[in-house]
T-cell receptor, first 117, second 115 residues
Framework: GAVVSQHPSRVICKSGTSVKIECRSL??????MFWYRQFPKKSLMLMAT?????????EQGVEKDKFLINHASLTLSTLTVTSAHPEDSSFYIC?????????????FGEGSRLTVL | AQKITQTQPGMFVQEKEAVTLDCTYD???????LFWYKQPSSGEMIFLIY??????QNATEGRYSLNFQKARKSANLVISASQLGDSAMYFC????????????FGQGTTLQVKP
């Protein structure tokens, strides 16, 4: 089946630094990818929709300048947490769609756990 | 706007028994999809089952079945013959036809299977 891969799976950084997380579709092309954030034992909250070749669409309350999204190719979307602070520590997970919605073919990456010291 | 409600924060089930995880949804989209995902402690989201709003029959995938009651706006997940490996957090999610892949998730239910 289709595979979505995230890298890194875990990252620890100092406050004030920027961290980049990659989301790749390994065996299919994804014009659209989605970035979610999840706090421990909580639900996944959609942050933004990443669109290949155009600007990302952010959900209400998500800071565009804080969470930079770049979808430069059909297989790669990146999320950069800029000037990270401890409150940005979270589990970030991406998803990508292979095929039509009516097939239910939506796949998630393994997630990236960010810890900001 | 869509909203997903999972009212069971935690559930226990005896190994080999069946368990139902509740999910209700609220959406104004005429066409939508309902999903269930399993999230073990490792964090990965594992797709379990999908139900389209216009599907006439309830979806089934192996030991998983979705009890879809459109009039009641419920999409409960039934896991038959529970296994120890089923212990995980389970999320119900919904997506509209216009947002192919954009999902709204419920709060999740933690399932523990007892030996």
């Amino acid at each position: 089946g289709a595979v979505v891969s995230q890298h890194p799976s875990r990252v620890i950084c100092k406050s004030g630094t920027s961290v980049k997380i990659e989301c790749r579709s390994l065996d299919f092309q994804a014009t659209t990818m989605f970035w979610y954030r999840q706090f421990p034992k909580k639900s996944l909250m959609l942050m933004a929709t990443s669109n290949e070749g155009s600007k990302a669409t952010y959900e209400q309350g998500v800071e565009k300048d804080k969470f930079l999204i770049n979808h430069a190719s059909l297989t790669l979307s990146t999320l950069t947490v800029t000037s990270a602070h401890p409150e940005d520590s979270s589990f970030y997970i991406c998803s990508a769609r292979d095929g039509g919605m009516n097939t239910g073919e939506l796949f998630f990456g393994e997630g990236s756990r960010l810890t900001v010291l | 706007a869509q909203k997903i409600t999972q009212t069971q924060p935690g559930m226990f089930v005896q190994e080999k028994e069946a368990v139902t995880l509740d999910c209700t949804y609220d959406t104004s989209d005429p066409s939508y999809g309902l999903f269930w995902y399993k999230q073990p402690s490792s964090g990965e989201m594992i797709f379990l089952i999908y139900q389209g709003s216009y599907d006439q029959q309830n979806a089934t995938e192996g030991r998983y079945s979705l009890n879809f009651q459109k009039a009641r706006k419920s999409a409960n997940l039934v896991i038959s013959a529970s296994q120890l490996g089923d212990s995980a957090m389970y999320f119900c999610a919904a997506g509209g036809s216009s947002n192919t892949g954009k999902l709204i998730f419920g709060q999740g239910t933690t399932l523990q299977v007892k030996p």
